[in-house]
């Protein structure tokens, strides 16, 4: 037969294998592996791209509060009720309801207590970690387990005991008793000795004895090596304890409502509580407004410290 004659139509087994063909390479190009732009992306995430994930998810955690209670302190309505994300309008008409109160006198308490008790307790802990440092004596390893220990006893455990120990004390010394400023940095200051001073001394272990020893040989005494020696070399740790002990001071409230019972002695955890226990949904714009401006003190005591915190962290925990 010849070429014009035959049929053009391809026969049955032309066609299934071209089918199967098509098959097949739909089949290749379906499981062809993900393009390089892809993969490289892929390689990204799962070696830094998830970590940023982490970080986003945790400065949201972290900073949605503290949006929170901006917005609340600039919201003109002032009850939680009407509180939004975006206050519309901006006002600070919470701002002057709360300057009505002894706002700015309970903000000076608490400057005052936070910042002796800082200080305070900064010293104490820098005397306390020298001497079990540079020292060896009797029961050195004792106390310091007993410093420790200490500091697991929840702080509550001694509220009556304090407030009964500072009605006694006033009864001679009312300055410093109950009710007064003095009486409350005096306990704080009682209890400074603790996680701190382990802190300090895992900071002093890593300054060389060697410039203990040459100053000695010229003739100096403990104390000169300590204030002229130590202490300038311990700058990044006394940092890190003169914050972390503002903070404490500053964010107490269990024994500054128990020992301070005067308005015009309260601080602001104590009067803040008192302002807004009265009507606490009318009156959340002004104690958001207050929370605000607590927290500012802190904010600037980290931003002047904050080149010490990171070394006098990492230092201090080499040795304990």
Same mark, same amino acid.
């Given at each position: 037969?010849?070429?014009?004659?035959?049929?053009?139509?391809?026969?049955?087994?032309?066609?299934?294998?071209?089918?199967?063909?098509?098959?097949?390479?739909?089949?290749?190009?379906?499981?062809?592996?993900?393009?390089?732009?892809?993969?490289?992306?892929? !390689?990204?995430? !799962?070696? /830094?791209?998830?970590?940023?994930?982490?970080?986003?998810?945790?400065?949201?955690? %972290?900073?949605?509060?503290?949006?929170?209670?901006?917005? %609340?302190? +600039?919201?003109?309505?002032?009850?939680?009720? *009407?509180?939004?994300?975006?206050?519309?309008?901006?006002?600070?008409?919470? +701002?002057?309801?709360?300057?009505?109160?002894?706002?700015? !006198?309970?903000? %000076?308490?608490?400057?005052?207590?936070? #910042? =002796?008790?800082?200080? #305070? @307790?900064?010293? &104490?802990?820098?005397?306390?970690?020298?001497?079990?440092?540079?020292?060896?004596?009797? *029961?050195?390893?004792?106390?310091?387990?007993?410093?420790?220990?200490?500091?697991?006893?929840?702080?509550?455990?001694?509220?009556?005991?304090?407030?009964?120990?500072?009605?006694?004390?006033?009864?001679?010394?009312?300055?410093?008793?109950?009710?007064?400023?003095?009486?409350?940095?005096?306990?704080? &200051? #009682? *209890?400074?000795?603790?996680?701190?001073?382990?802190?300090?001394?895992?900071?002093?272990?890593? /300054?060389?004895?060697?410039?203990?020893?040459?100053?000695?040989?010229?003739?100096? @005494?403990?104390?000169? /090596? +300590?204030?002229?020696? /130590?202490?300038?070399?311990?700058?990044?740790?006394?940092?890190?304890?003169?914050? &972390? @002990?503002?903070?404490?001071?500053?964010?107490?409230?269990?024994?500054?409502?128990?020992?301070?019972?005067?308005?015009?002695?309260?601080?602001?955890?104590?009067?803040?509580?008192?302002?807004?226990?009265?009507?606490?949904?009318?009156?959340?714009?002004?104690?958001?407004?207050?929370?605000?401006?607590? *927290?500012?003190?802190?904010? =600037?005591?980290?931003?002047?410290?904050?080149?010490?915190?990171?070394?006098?962290?990492?230092?201090?925990? =080499?040795?304990?």
């Amino acid at each position: 037969m010849s070429d014009a004659t035959r049929d053009p139509r391809p026969s049955a087994g032309a066609a299934s294998m071209s089918a199967g063909a098509a098959l097949a390479d739909a089949d290749t190009h379906r499981s062809a592996p993900p393009r390089p732009a892809l993969q490289r992306a892929m !390689r990204w995430f !799962r070696q /830094v791209g998830w970590r940023y994930l982490v970080v986003a998810v945790a400065l949201f955690f %972290a900073l949605f509060p503290a949006v929170w209670v901006a917005s %609340a302190a +600039f919201n003109p309505t002032g009850s939680i009720a *009407g509180q939004q994300l975006i206050p519309d309008p901006v006002s600070t008409v919470n +701002f002057d309801v709360l300057f009505a109160t002894p706002f700015w !006198r309970w903000f %000076a308490n608490s400057m005052i207590v936070a #910042g =002796v008790t800082a200080i #305070g @307790s900064t010293f &104490l802990c820098a005397l306390a970690a020298y001497v079990y440092s540079r020292m060896r004596f009797t *029961g050195r390893r004792v106390s310091m387990l007993g410093l420790l220990i200490l500091q697991m006893l929840p702080q509550f455990l001694a509220i009556i005991a304090l407030y009964l120990l500072m009605i006694s004390i006033a009864r001679y010394f009312p300055t410093i008793g109950l009710n007064s400023l003095a009486g409350l940095i005096a306990i704080y &200051l #009682g *209890g400074a000795l603790g996680l701190n001073t382990w802190l300090m001394k895992g900071f002093f272990d890593t /300054v060389p004895r060697d410039l203990d020893e040459s100053a000695k040989v010229d003739g100096a @005494s403990h104390v000169q /090596v +300590f204030f002229t020696m /130590v202490l300038p070399l311990a700058a990044p740790i006394l940092a890190v304890v003169t914050l &972390l @002990s503002f903070i404490v001071a500053i964010n107490d409230f269990i024994v500054q409502s128990v020992l301070l019972t005067d308005e015009q002695q309260f601080t602001l955890a104590v009067g803040l509580f008192r302002f807004i226990a009265e009507d606490y949904g009318a009156r959340w714009g002004p104690f958001a407004a207050g929370a605000l401006l607590a *927290g500012a003190p802190i904010v =600037v005591l980290f931003l002047f410290l904050q080149r010490y915190i990171a070394s006098g962290l990492i230092q201090g925990a =080499v040795k304990g």
